[in-house]
């Protein structure tokens, strides 16, 4: 099971929603986030989707402006 949301300008409201869904999907595997501009806000709400998240086995994130803080 793949979503991609390549190159969708979704910024970091997106990036927090996407978030929001990780932490009940139950079916996702990859997911493709290259080129969205979601920033440290949106890379960290995906990344503390992640610590729930059980499914997911990909994650694409390239080009995406998230820096330490958002890396963390």
Do not use: Q
């Not at 099971?1 to 595997?29: F, P, Q």
């Not at 440290?40 to 989707?49: E, I, M, P, S, Y």
Request: hydrophobic share 30%; net charge neutral; glycine share 16%.
């Amino acid at each position: 099971h793949t979503l991609s949301l390549y190159n969708n300008s979704i910024g970091a409201e997106g990036g927090k929603a996407v978030g929001d869904a990780l932490r009940t999907n139950t079916t996702l595997h990859t997911l493709y986030l290259d080129r969205n501009s979601i920033g440290d806000v949106g890379g960290k709400a995906v990344g503390d989707a992640l610590r729930t998240n059980t499914t997911l086995h990909t994650l694409y994130l390239y080009n995406n402006s998230i820096g330490d803080v958002g890396g963390k």
